[in-house]
């Protein structure tokens, strides 16, 4: 069965930057790699996907391993508006999804 | 606005009364999913459709029953629920021609069977 795996929570520092890593341990070649967070009372909302190379956009960069079989999501500067839980996910070969445990992220002021 | 609405959002029954969780949404997407999810086990997918029709399970499918007969609903059905079903479930949707596109997750219904 496929298999993601987060660590449970980390901790940062305001305006530094974190680094939150999830493994792929069964990723196969097609499928994509999707970070979510969320925030307290909400619904997961989309933080950024990738297939193979790096990734920008306004909220995070994404980092990919070469083997695929890891990615760090990395917020550049947290705030204390990131804290939340991070959950990375994988397709399943199809449309079926495999979610981490989610790392919940503490941001000290 | 784009949205995917749950109802209801709380809900408080006994076991073998059977229930319906709904889920709209109004972004002409063709998939739709649930997941519940559990202190410590994150979230877990129970079914989705890629269009009207068509479903399939996911990992923890069972106890669990979803129809999809428009495009815009896709309900959860539990026929006959137990206490190992209080969870709280979320609704999501994503356009669904590639795998790539992200899911847009409901507010969440918090179901406790007692």
């Known amino acids: 069965d496929a298999k993601t795996t987060q660590p449970n929570s980390m901790e940062s520092n305001e305006e530094e930057p974190v680094h939150l890593p999830c493994n792929h341990s069964t990723i196969s070649g097609t499928d994509y790699i999707h970070w979510y967070r969320q925030l307290p009372s909400q619904g997961p909302e989309y933080v950024i996907h990738g297939l193979t190379s790096n990734v920008n956009n306004r909220m995070a960069s994404l980092a990919i391993a070469e083997d695929r079989k890891s990615s760090t999501l990395i917020l550049h500067r947290a705030t204390l508006r990131d804290a939340a839980v991070y959950y990375c996910t994988s397709t399943s070969g199809t449309y079926k999804y495999i979610f981490g445990t989610g790392t919940r992220l503490k941001v000290l002021a | 606005e784009a949205q995917v609405t749950q109802n209801p959002r709380y809900l408080i029954t006994v076991t073998g009364k059977k229930l319906t969780v709904t889920c709209s949404q109004n972004?002409?997407?063709?998939?739709m999913s649930w997941y519940r999810q559990d202190p410590g086990l994150g979230l877990r997918q129970i079914y989705y459709?890629?269009?009207?029709?068509?479903?399939d399970k996911g990992d923890v499918p069972e106890g669990y029953k979803v129809s999809r007969k428009e495009k815009r609903n896709f309900p959860l059905i539990l026929e006959s629920p137990s206490p190992n079903q209080t969870s709280l479930y979320f609704c999501?949707?994503?356009?669904?021609?590639?795998?790539?596109?992200?899911?847009?997750f409901g507010d969440g219904t918090r179901l406790s069977i007692l």
């Open positions: 459709s890629m269009n009207v029709e068509v479903t």
């Open positions: 972004m002409n997407h063709e998939y």
């Open positions: 999501a949707s994503s356009p669904g021609d590639r795998t790539y596109q992200p899911q847009h």
